[in-house]
């Protein structure tokens, strides 16, 4: 592990849904340039969205332009699908991003995760799909996090894939919803139909050695064995080249007590008949790339290794980006000593065979929670006057990690620097970490007394005696246990999440910018041993051993009177010129939230634009960057200059935006839809559109 090059490598050598309606309905049937660059083919025709991030680089773009700066404003609300009426979704926020593909939309709705097509012109409901009951489907620890369908044309069909959060893969026709003729096996359960899906977990674990050591038959009801571990999903597959890939997820490491669990493994299937053709270990295996970065063994039994965010590819190459967290227990890894490839990574796979083509690992021996949060994008670029097509990943430590996507090669150097060590009993952490020298980064890294709250001398103050609780530092300051000698309540590490699901991030391939959103947040964990705090009668334990220690009372770091610790803004908009990786100019998210404007503490002081505490919600057209200020700003929508950052118009939305946006041409007319969440409204999706001409 030590070292001071670059990590990064290239390879050398059951009617699983019921249909629950059928409706017939109507099937209806595009600059800045400050350094050139090579505009980008998606493969999705003009005015559709195929992909949840808009094309399989996931760029959350969309090339149309009747929609413009003077006329934003003249936005009016099309129609409002409410996602209530599919049951609850997790704290009422849904994730999922719809697709419009030959004049219909598709999404997923609910923690059933019912799949809905619709009108894009009205928002009625054409037809549902919604999976069986199974014990596994309550076991889930992500059902309310769907983010979407995939699709793919199969013989000139169109076909909805769908991942249920019960690990069951399901292909269904696009314009009716039935399940699709001879594709998959048939799933012995009540309720499932005998085609059209695939039971993914024999495949997952038919090679894995805790299952073959496993003295009992696979029950395709529960499933994995608790003992053993858990897998779901929370993110729908992508199809690339016939090949539909399928991510996956686990319990949120910072709930996990015990060492054991069932690595995520990425999955490949035949897109026309659902047969299964690869599997990549994500945990490498004896003889496999990486396998020694796993020490004490721990690659036999610890898992939690998977993809939970979205994947990206380039079909011209048959690439697929794979984007990874942590292993098995955030805030302590002493049970797992070694870098953990390929935990925390973003890995390029042959997308014909699962072969890794290269990798790159963003933190190494990962206890921070620093999962890769967001698909990457991938743009193509002129760096130094070279055309390059390369792919970027933004994180949760506040960088841009960019890569040549085919070749995996970092565009600008990444540094492996020397990081703080641990003093938790077991713990071997990393002596270095990579870090970009390009571009710079775009969140508060670390904490300071420099960076705290100065309101007033007052606030000020309190701040200072807050912080006499707690370790503060760098970058991936290293935990403390509870008891610690110093006296110290925590430690605290920030960023906590500057890129996050909650705003991906979004480009323009025309000028090869991204936009990036961050929101500013420290994060306070206080680490006991794990049998403290086991819930052995929870059915979503898994595992046996109890970890030396875990995590408790999360989120305990305040700031004085209810009010931020550290300074603002509190979340932004920044503009990354990916041709030379510089940073373009920033901007607050929103407007500063009427609960710090009318703060007691804060009578007569003039503030600067705070921003709201959320990330951003972000998309963009040919002529506009369009925001929504996420789930704790204010019901409203933005159009922002895309090459200044100047706030051009807004508009209103009946609830909060949320995630992701996306946009179509129907019937000659421009459209934008948002995912919104609010009083009323949970998991809604509100579509706006320009008055009747």
């Known amino acids: 592990m030590q070292g001071s090059m670059t990590r990064f490598a290239i390879r050398t050598s059951l009617g699983a849904f019921l249909v629950v309606g059928v409706v017939a309905g109507a099937v209806g049937g595009v600059l800045l340039a400050p350094v050139p660059a090579v505009a980008q083919e998606t493969g999705t025709p003009a005015g559709e969205w195929r992909y949840i991030g808009g094309d399989a680089g996931h760029t959350r773009y969309s090339g149309l332009d009747q929609i413009t700066a003077d006329n934003f404003e003249d936005l009016e609300l099309a129609w409002v699908w409410r996602g209530d009426n599919f049951g609850s979704s997790a704290l009422g926020v849904s994730r999922s991003t719809p697709i419009y593909v030959d004049g219909v939309l598709y999404t997923v709705a609910g923690e059933r995760r019912t799949v809905v097509a619709m009108d894009p012109a009205t928002g009625e409901t054409l037809w549902t799909f919604r999976e069986a009951h199974t014990t596994r489907f309550d076991r889930g620890m992500r059902q309310g996090y769907g983010k979407g369908v995939a699709y793919a044309e199969i013989d000139g069909r169109g076909v909805i894939y769908i991942i249920s959060p019960a690990f069951f893969l399901h292909a269904l026709d696009a314009k009716t919803g039935r399940p699709l003729e001879n594709w998959g096996n048939a799933v012995p359960l009540p309720g499932f139909p005998q085609t059209g899906v695939v039971d993914m977990l024999p495949d997952l674990i038919a090679d894995w050695g805790p299952w073959q050591s496993w003295d009992g038959a696979y029950d395709p009801d529960f499933g994995i064995p608790r003992e053993l571990g858990y897998i779901t ?199 270095t970490q990579p870090m970009p020298t390009r571009p710079a980064a775009y969140e508060m890294q670390g904490l300071t007394e420099d960076d705290l709250i100065d309101f007033t001398p007052e606030l000020r103050a309190e701040a200072l005696e807050i912080i006499r609780n707690y370790r503060i530092g760098p970058i991936f300051n290293p935990p403390i246990q509870r008891g610690h000698p110093s006296g110290l309540r925590s430690f605290v590490s920030c960023p906590s999440g500057a890129s996050n699901i909650h705003g991906p991030t979004s480009a323009d391939p025309e000028t090869g910018i991204i936009y990036v959103g961050t929101r500013r947040g420290c994060r306070s964990e206080n680490i006991v041993p794990g049998e403290l705090i086991d819930a052995p009668n929870d059915i979503k334990t898994t595992g046996r051993t109890y970890s030396q220690f875990a995590v408790v009372n999360r989120g305990d770091f305040r700031g004085p009177q209810g009010l931020p610790i550290y300074k603002p803004p509190y979340s932004r908009i920044v503009a990354i010129d990916m041709n030379t990786g510089e940073h373009l100019w920033e901007t607050p998210n929103g407007d500063t939230p009427e609960r710090i404007r009318n703060h007691p503490a804060l009578q007569g002081v003039e503030l600067p634009n705070t921003g709201v505490p959320a990330h951003p919600v972000t998309m963009v057209t040919k002529t506009l960057l369009i925001t929504a200020e996420g789930t704790a700003g204010l019901p409203r929508l933005h159009a922002l200059d895309k090459r200044t950052g100047e706030r051009l118009g807004t508009v209103a939305l009946p609830a909060s935006g949320q995630y992701g946006m996306m946009g179509y041409l129907h019937e000659d007319r421009q459209y934008i839809v948002v995912q919104v969440a609010g009083p009323g409204l949970p998991g809604s999706l509100a579509a706006l559109r320009l008055p009747t001409p």
Request: no cysteine; glycine share 10%; hydrophobic share 35%.
């Open 233 to 431: 999903s929370s993110s729908p597959p992508i199809v690339v080249n016939g090949v539909v890939v399928v991510g996956n997820s686990a319990e949120q490491g910072y709930n996990q007590t015990r060492v054991e669990n069932v690595p995520g493994d990425i999955l490949g299937y035949d897109a026309r008949t659902g047969e299964h053709k690869w599997k990549f270990h994500v945990i490498p295996r004896p003889g496999e790339f990486g396998h020694e970065t796993w020490e004490n063994d721990a690659w036999e039994w610890t898992g939690d290794v998977s993809s939970w965010a979205p994947l990206s590819a380039d079909a011209e190459r048959g690439l697929v980006y794979v984007p990874t967290n942590p292993p098995t227990i955030d805030f302590y890894g002493g049970f797992r000593p070694g870098d953990g490839l390929f935990g925390t990574s973003v890995i390029a796979l042959d997308v014909e065979t699962g072969e890794r083509v290269w990798h790159f690992q963003t933190v190494h021996h990962d206890i921070w929670n620093f999962d890769n949060p967001t698909a990457p994008v991938a743009l193509d670029v002129t760096v130094d006057g070279r055309p390059r097509q390369i792919v970027v990943q933004a994180t949760k430590q506040g960088w841009a990690y960019t890569f040549d996507r085919v070749t995996g090669e970092p565009v600008w150097p990444i540094e492996e620097r020397p990081v703080p060590q641990s003093e938790v009993p077991g713990e071997q952490l990393s002596p």
